[in-house]
């Protein structure tokens, strides 16, 4: 258990549906993010938030839409996604992005099937 | 380019052998390393870290690694492998030289475990 959770940890949805992933840390963290595991590619770095304000965007495409209400809470929203958006989306804190010592907290992951 | 790389995409070793995972960087400047271990259906565990100071880093769960500068290397071992230990490594860097705290990860290397 690394305080940090996600919901669901599977789901399997259309190319027209819309969902959402949701990551909770309980940490005390100010800054959060997103990673995409596919098979065979090196874990992608996705979004980074840090004080709910996002800091990175790594060229996803629009149909990822992140949310980041409060230092505890991050969101993905889903929107016509593509059978090669199928991989393990990871949520990770850390206690802020300016820190060098910047040691981040890996949740379980939701494994998303897209039919 | 800057990059990370783990040349080993699979290794099997028997249990109670010892363990050498190979992690090498090409970075400007010596970044930030650590290593990750992800058990099937499971996020990311830290294993050890070095920011600097004594090149031979003690981990959890009798993991070490060693930093050596002149190889731009990080490797993991562990002296004698246990069946638990089955799971992907993940070496990961964070960039002193640039304003950028997310972590960068290698490709991984998976572990089986004989009996």
């Known amino acids: 258990e690394t305080g940090v959770t996600q919901t669901p940890r599977h789901l399997v949805m259309g190319m027209t549906n819309k969902k959402s992933l949701k990551c909770e840390q309980h940490?005390?963290?100010?800054?959060m993010y997103w990673y995409k595991q596919s098979a065979k590619k090196p874990l992608e770095l996705m979004f980074v938030y840090n004080f709910k304000e996002q800091t990175e965007n790594n060229s996803v495409p629009s149909r990822f839409s992140p949310e980041c209400p409060n230092s505890s809470h991050l969101f993905l929203h889903l929107h016509t996604l593509q059978p090669e958006d199928s991989a393990l989306y990871l949520c990770?804190?850390?206690?802020?992005?300016?820190?060098?010592?910047?040691?981040?907290?890996f949740g379980p992951g939701t494994r998303l099937t897209v039919l | 380019a800057q990059s990370v790389t783990q040349p080993d995409i699979h290794i099997t070793v028997s249990e109670g052998a010892s363990l050498e995972l190979r992690c090498n960087y090409s970075?400007?400047?010596?970044?930030?390393l650590f290593w990750y271990v992800q058990s099937p259906g499971q996020g990311l565990q830290l294993l050890l870290k070095?920011?600097?100071?004594?090149?031979l880093v003690q981990g959890i769960k009798g993991f070490e690694a060693e930093f050596k500068r002149s190889q731009s290397s990080f490797n993991l071992r562990k002296p004698s492998v246990h069946w638990s230990d089955a799971a992907e490594y993940f070496c990961a860097v964070v960039p002193m030289d640039t304003g950028r705290r997310a972590l960068t990860f290698g490709s991984g290397t998976r572990l089986q475990v004989q009996p």
């Open positions: 070095y920011f600097s100071g004594d090149t």
């Open positions: 990770a804190s850390s206690q802020e992005t300016g820190l060098l010592n910047n040691e981040q907290f």
């Open positions: 940490l005390g963290h100010n800054a």
């Open positions: 970075y400007g400047a010596t970044p930030y």
